[in-house]
């Protein structure tokens, strides 16, 4: 995810040599504050196992409405993207916050979704390329009585499959996990001095 921020502690234990009074070698990071790269522009195709469009400012509401409080310049360029890829099919899904009962949270959330897709209709976005979807409270972001509570009011973008382009983006992501995994066994069964053939 651009422009966030992480704490990364990795921990490693190479259990060659289990029997020696540490386990073998072993150790961590320690914590590790990370931040990732900065969006160049206010929405940006994210190039993961489950492609998405992520907004550099997250599509906030109102409470108990389903008018955009925040983030509603990113929808310009949303549509940029959308049109950049034609064959590109988006499921635009509406969250609350806590508090309200189940089915009102559905409700208010599938009412914020197809705002959005309104919104996007006026920016010259086909409705049949857009799938909205209330998903009410049932995937915050933000845990109830923080200060960041209020941000699961929000609608998000997923890339939804069967066009080339979710095809593409999604195999390039386990292509990534697949050589980043790979590299990472390789590196774990390196024993200085030796050489590792694989059959």
Same mark, same amino acid.
């Given at each position: 995810?651009?422009?966030?921020?992480?704490?990364?502690?990795?921990?490693?234990?190479?259990?060659?040599?289990?029997?020696?009074?540490?386990?073998?070698?072993?150790?961590?990071?320690?914590?590790?504050?990370?931040?990732?790269?900065?969006?160049?522009?206010?929405?940006?195709?994210?190039?993961?196992?489950?492609?998405?469009?992520?907004?550099?400012?997250?599509?906030?509401?109102?409470?108990?409405?389903?008018?955009?409080?925040?983030? &509603?310049?990113? *929808?310009?360029?949303?549509?940029r993207i959308m049109r950049e890829n034609p064959g590109l099919t $988006? %499921? +635009? #899904?509406?969250?609350?916050?806590?508090?309200?009962?189940?089915?009102? &949270?559905?409700? *208010?959330?599938?009412?914020?979704?197809?705002?959005?897709?309104?919104?996007?209709?006026? $920016? %010259? +976005? #086909?409705?049949?390329?857009?799938?909205?979807?209330?998903?009410?409270?049932?995937?915050?972001?933000?845990?109830?009585?923080?200060?960041?509570?209020?941000?699961?009011?929000?609608?998000?973008?997923?890339?939804?499959?069967?066009?080339?382009?979710?095809?593409?983006?999604a195999a390039e992501a386990e292509a990534r996990r697949r050589q980043?995994?790979?590299?990472?066994?390789?590196?774990?069964?390196?024993?200085?001095?030796?050489?590792?053939?694989?059959?």
């Open positions: 995810i651009p422009d966030e921020d992480f704490i990364v502690n990795v921990e490693w234990r190479f259990k060659g040599d289990a029997d020696a009074s540490d386990g073998g070698w072993q150790g961590a990071s320690g914590n590790t504050n990370v931040r990732t790269a900065p969006m160049p522009h206010a929405a940006a195709l994210l190039r993961s196992r489950v492609p998405r469009i992520h907004l550099r400012e997250v599509l906030t509401f109102n409470s108990n409405k389903d008018t955009i409080k925040g983030g &509603a310049a990113a *929808l310009p360029e949303v549509a $988006l %499921g +635009v #899904d509406g969250h609350v916050n806590f508090g309200q009962k189940p089915h009102a &949270a559905i409700e *208010l959330s599938a009412a914020r979704a197809k705002n959005v897709c309104r919104r996007l209709r006026d $920016l %010259g +976005v #086909d409705l049949s390329r857009l799938v909205p979807q209330g998903l009410g409270y049932e995937r915050p972001r933000y845990p109830r009585g923080t200060k960041f509570a209020s941000r699961n009011r929000r609608v998000e973008f997923r890339v939804l499959p069967g066009s080339p382009l979710f095809e593409r983006l980043v995994n790979g590299v990472a066994m390789a590196e774990s069964f390196s024993v200085p001095g030796s050489t590792l053939h694989a059959s």
